[in-house]
């Protein structure tokens, strides 16, 4: 919601809702259409079949099904995701654990991500400082996913252990954008 109201100011935008077939989905794309609807913004509401292939995690399932709309809307349209810093260090464990560790890149075709520098406090702070709604999802509390058993059970022991992680993975964001960037 921060990114929503903090690009809409600017610039012309849309905004597009992946609803993963839970009751808060449902309940968060009414609430994010009623905010659109109430300035005026274009919002697109997506509902992601439940059906997932064999062998394919839930959140495997739903990331590749909102990349396949991403890819169509993108060869009309720039797409913005809100992927920020926290975002970016959590993937960056994951994978690590995975045996490669990763950065989301900046970009994906025509998928930008530009705010991956941006700690998610300061995206709440921005939202408290301009009134900006938002609602929380009650699934990013349930470890049973991975990225939130690393959000809630694992980062707070990483941070112990260095407690600069989120400096550690800043680096390596602007080293992978300097490298993509270079080569261009």
């Given amino acids: 919601m921060a990114v929503l109201d903090f690009l809409s100011r600017r610039h012309s935008v849309q905004a597009i809702y992946f609803d993963h077939g839970t009751e808060h989905g449902r309940r968060a794309g009414i609430f994010l259409l009623e905010y659109c609807r109430q300035r005026d913004i274009e919002c697109w509401y997506k509902v992601i079949k439940a059906d997932r292939p ?7 399932h739903w990331r590749n099904e909102r990349y396949k709309e991403f890819d169509v809307i993108s060869d009309w349209y ?26 989301i ?35 990013n509390k349930d470890t049973c996913y991975t990225r939130n058993y690393i959000r809630h059970e694992l980062m707070p022991h990483a941070l ?24 261009v």
């Fill in 78 to 103: 720039p797409v913005v995701t809100c992927h920020h810093l926290d975002d970016c260090v959590e993937t960056w464990i994951w994978s690590s654990l995975h045996g490669e560790g990763k950065i």
């Fill in 54 to 60: 064999r062998g394919v995690s839930q959140e495997e």
């Fill in 160 to 183: 112990r252990v260095n407690p600069g992680l989120s400096k550690v993975v800043k680096k390596k964001v602007l080293n992978d954008d300097y490298q993509a960037f270079s080569c």
């Fill in 105 to 139: 890149p900046y970009r994906r075709r025509d998928v930008i991500r530009p705010f991956r520098l941006v700690e998610k406090r300061n995206l709440r702070l921005w939202a408290e400082m301009h009134d900006v709604p938002w609602i929380e999802d009650d699934s």
